[in-house]
Structure formats: C-alpha cells, structure tokens
C-alpha cells in the first residue's frame, strides 16, 4: 500500500527557503489529495527586547502575517490545492511547529525550509529545521531544492 499523507502542514515566513517548502508541499498536497495548513508563527521572543512592549507591533506583525497567509492560499487554489487552512500562533517558532500546531491539527507531514544558520548561530540558538526533526511526533520533510530539485543560484 503507498504512503498517502492527508494533512500536510507547511511553516512560512516569507523567507526563499519557506517558499521553496511551500512550492513542494503545494505539489505534495496535490498528488495525496491532501488538505495544506499553512503555519505561521509570530516569535514573542523579539517583542522581548522592546523595552515598553506595544501593542501596535504585535498587531503590525498579525497583520503581516495575514496577509503572508492570504497570498500563500491564493497562490496554492491557482496552483489546484482543494482544501486548504491557515493559522497563526504566537511564541517560540520551534516549539510551536513540532509540537503545538501538529497535535492540534492532525498534521502527518510537516514541509520546512532548510535555515540558513551558520555553526556559531546554530550553537547558540539552534536552528528550526533541527529541532521540529527531532521532536515532531509525524514525518518531516526538510526542504533544499526547487522543483527541479536544483539548489537555488543564490544559495550555491
């Protein structure tokens, strides 16, 4: 019997390395005929350092988000993507793709772009991709490549 996914969560952000996930997990979500979750989380962290925290910050980030989000589903329903939903959670980006987000959403795949940390960066604050591997209770898929499975000219 073939594997067939059928909740396929993918983490955006607007970086390349979440669209190259987003591209292939659109792709996934076609050939398993597949409900897309396009995730989004807003790191609480960065509101940290400000030292009178403002609302008008979480709200400008809320609002990008949504509309990351908005043009992400436009994007995948043009693409041929049937049922697709989205969300937006607040705090540690890691905790809530490996954990948070996939157990409340019976996710059995997660698509990631890889990061691009260098050693020292990943020593201190470790990256994404590495710990939603490590965690996350369903398949992981770290993303690399375009659809042509080429590493993109930037990124050579």
């Not at 960066?121 to 996350?136: P, Q, T």
């Not at 490549?145 to 930037?154: A, M, V």
């Amino acid at each position: 019997m073939e594997q067939q996914y059928s909740k396929i969560m993918v983490a955006v952000d607007g970086s390349n390395e979440a669209e190259l996930a987003f591209r292939k997990a659109v792709n996934v979500a076609k050939r398993n005929q597949a409900e897309l979750l396009l995730a989004h989380v807003i790191d609480t962290r960065a509101f940290q350092t400000v030292s009178s925290f403002d609302n008008v910050l979480a709200e400008q980030a809320t609002d990008m988000a949504k509309q990351t989000l908005d043009d992400y589903e436009a994007e995948a329903k043009k693409d041929g993507v049937e049922h697709i939903s989205k969300v937006i959670e607040y705090g540690a980006p890691k905790v809530m793709i490996a954990n948070q987000i996939p157990e409340n959403n019976q996710i059995d795949l997660i698509m990631l772009g890889a990061t691009g940390l260098n050693a020292v960066e990943r020593l201190f604050i470790g990256s994404v991709s590495e710990y939603v591997i490590r965690n996350a209770g369903c398949d992981v898929l770290i993303v690399r490549t375009d659809l042509d499975n080429k590493i993109p000219e930037e990124e050579e």
